[in-house]
């Protein structure tokens, strides 16, 4: 059974920064597009970046300059490192694949404060 672990995640002051990580057991990892998404309170699960097989890259503009993501195939597992944060990064931090999904993690909180 494939599982979605994440980690990472915390209270830090505006402009910190906090790096995440989701570890992926259960399957071949190394093909799978995968990506980062956020749910904040009241609002809809939102993609905010992801990564090809081949370590390119999308974001959304939101995080553009500030998040950068990565993925280390040999552990199964994928990084999102999070600069300069803003209260309006607080969120519910969840991975899953794009080019196969999986089901849901629980998720990683991030709390910026102002």
């Known amino acids: 059974q494939v599982q979605l672990v994440e980690s990472g995640g915390g209270l830090v002051q505006a402009g910190g920064s906090l790096r995440l990580s989701c570890v992926v057991s259960?399957?071949?990892?190394?093909?799978?597009?995968m990506g980062w998404y956020r749910q904040a309170p009241g609002k809809q699960r939102e993609p905010v970046a992801d990564?090809?097989?081949?370590?390119?890259?999308n974001y959304a503009d939101s995080v553009k300059g500030r998040f950068t993501i990565s993925r280390d195939n040999a552990k199964n597992t994928v990084y999102l490192q999070m600069n300069n944060l803003k209260p309006e990064d607080t969120a519910v931090y969840y991975c899953?694949?794009?080019?196969?999904?999986?089901?849901w993690g629980q998720g990683t909180q991030v709390t910026v404060s102002s």
């Open positions: 899953n694949g794009i080019t196969r999904g999986y089901d």
């Open positions: 259960g399957t071949f990892f190394s093909f799978n597009r």
């Open positions: 990564i090809t097989s081949s370590g390119s890259t």
